[in-house]
């Protein structure tokens, strides 16, 4: 089992910057993908981006060219900075992993508790 514990959200104003982590600790034979998602209130949760063990990303429209995920495979964290941050950034950001807790076993997903960004304007 994969915990992921998020860090990083806080009341920003628009314009700003944040940088998020989230590190995943626990029992597992390897992390394929990371990634961060987002659920504004009374919304979906959405995917904001997600990095691959080898380092492929993929964003979704709205953040492109504004945020930029990372990772540390060493540590097994995940980073999510976040530039001309605007209000409709504001939600709560989960981490989500996709994991084998084994060779050759079938993925398993973990989600953390979420961190709260809020934007002003």
């Known amino acids: 089992q994969v915990q992921l514990v998020e860090s990083g959200g806080e009341l920003v104003q628009a314009g700003g910057s944040l940088r998020l982590s989230c590190a995943a600790s626990?029992?597992?034979?390897?992390?394929?993908?990371m990634g961060w998602y987002r659920q504004a209130p009374g919304k979906q949760r959405e995917l904001v981006a997600y990095i691959t063990s080898g380092g492929s990303t993929r964003y979704a429209d709205s953040v492109k060219g504004r945020f930029t995920i990372s990772r540390d495979n060493a540590k097994n964290t995940v980073y999510l900075q976040m530039n001309s941050l605007k209000p409709e950034d504001t939600a709560v950001y989960y981490c989500k992993a996709e994991y084998l807790r084994a060779y050759r076993s079938s993925v398993t997903y973990s989600w953390g508790q979420g961190t709260q960004v809020t934007v002003s304007s």
């Open positions: 626990g029992s597992f034979f390897s992390i394929n993908v």
